[in-house]
T-cell receptor
Framework: ELKVEQNPLFLSMQEGKNYTIYCNYSTTSDRLYWYRQDPGKSLESLFVLLSNGAVKQEGRLMASLDTKARLSTLHITAAVHDLSATYFCAVLMDSNYQLIWGAGTKLIIKP | ETGVTQTPRHLVMGMTNKKSLKCEQHLGHNAMYWYKQSAKKPLELMFVYNFKEQTENNSVPSRFSPECPNSSHLFLHLHTLQPEDSALYLC?????????????FGQGTRLTVV
């Protein structure tokens, strides 16, 4: 059974700081997704990581995937208040193409 | 405005009521999904439809009944729910079920069972 663990589950940080959210998963998968959810809003797709060593960047967010270590990271550079949200990773099961989700990381960035 | 629209946005219902949630996608996708999002828990996949056919039912109680009349519309019929069914119900769509499974989500229906 594929399990996805995110950590930390809660993160409060100051603007201007850097931090990393980690997503570990338990079985082989070559496809991982990062989503963002604002309170009361839908989930918004941020990154799709398709292969080992994949790195994608959008603004102050950078995501990477290491399929051998079964680890993805979401790195935040010089955080700004607008990045406050809950961030989810999801891993695609090869057997039935279902997405298995992490519990989410609630990120609060203080001005 | 997303390509996936859910109605209603909020719903309060008694345990003996019958109600339905509606989802419509304007993205030309062939797969649609119902998820349950409860506080402090990962998203739980409930049902999957691919080309209008149900392909997954993840041990969901029969008090939840999905319906997919066409690839653009998905319903979740609710009856005799329990308070623990209170949650955010999210609809999503993707091009199809498979490797290209980037899902696009609606804004959800916040359901409260009293």
């Amino acid at each position: 059974e594929l399990k996805v663990e995110q950590n930390p589950l809660f993160l409060s940080m100051q603007e201007g700081k850097n931090y990393t959210i980690y997503c570990n998963y338990s079985t082989t998968s070559d496809r991982l997704y990062w989503y963002r959810q604002d309170p009361g809003k839908s989930l918004e797709s941020l990154f799709v990581l398709l292969s080992n060593g994949a790195v994608k960047q959008e603004g102050r967010l950078m995501a990477s995937l290491d399929t051998k270590a079964r680890l993805s990271t979401l790195h935040i550079t010089a955080a700004v208040h607008d990045l406050s949200a809950t961030y989810f990773c999801a891993v695609l099961m090869d057997s039935n193409y279902q997405l298995i989700w992490g519990a989410g990381t609630k990120l609060i960035i203080k001005p | 405005e997303t390509g996936v629209t859910q109605t209603p946005r909020h719903l309060v219902m008694g345990m003996t009521n019958k109600k339905s949630l509606k989802c419509e996608q304007h993205l030309g996708h062939n797969a649609m999904y119902w998820y349950k999002q409860s506080a402090k828990k990962p998203l739980e996949l409930m049902f999957v439809y691919n080309f209008k056919e149900q392909t997954e039912n993840n041990s969901v109680p029969s008090r939840f009944s999905p319906e997919c009349p066409n690839s653009s519309h998905l319903f979740l019929h609710l009856h005799t729910l329990q308070p623990e069914d209170s949650a955010l119900y999210l609809c999503a769509s993707s091009q199809e079920v498979g490797a290209n499974t980037e899902a696009f989500f609606g804004q959800g229906t916040r359901l409260t069972v009293v």
